[in-house]
């Protein structure tokens, strides 16, 4: 009993790998995180996206993301009692968000919902990228 503690003791930790390749940004190649203002958060996503690569610490647009939008609402449970609930919109997009998306954000839009930013591809052609490599995802609250 007391070898096999020794033994698993002596074990090296592996060495830790960041897992994401690159830091997300909305259009104006600041904001990363947090909150912003409806106004402000549909004039961004209306454009590119872009990645700034660990490796050389430049900017690149995407090649594809995922963009989740939980809009949060009132309604009436069966008793008719008030709940908040959020309704989630999802789209895979290329390296803006479409056209239908975009419409549907402008509409839905308001302080209190959420965008998730997740599944960030982009490559470097500086380094010779084979496969795309993965950004560090974003979640943007909507505010006034």
Do not use: H
Not at 32 to 45: A, C, M, P, Y
Not at 104 to 131: Q, S
Request: glycine letters at 4%; aromatic letters at 12%; a positive charge.
């Amino acid at each position: 009993m007391s070898t096999a503690w020794i033994i698993g003791a002596q074990t090296k930790a592996k060495p830790v790998v960041p897992k994401w390749s690159g830091i997300t940004y909305l259009q104006d190649q600041q904001t990363t995180d947090g909150e912003v203002s409806v106004k402000k958060f549909i004039e961004l996503i209306s454009k590119p996206i872009y990645v700034k690569d660990n490796r050389d610490n430049k900017f690149y647009t995407v090649n594809s993301f995922t963009i989740t939008f939980g809009e949060r609402g009132l309604y009436e449970d069966e008793a008719g009692k008030p709940m908040i609930v959020t309704d989630y919109l999802t789209r895979r997009c290329t390296d803006q968000v479409d056209t239908a998306m975009l419409k549907e954000l402008r509409f839905r839009a308001k302080p209190g919902d959420t965008a998730y930013i997740e599944n960030v591809m982009f490559r470097n052609e500086n380094f010779k990228d084979k496969f795309s490599q993965e950004a560090q995802p974003i979640k943007i609250i909507l505010t006034k």
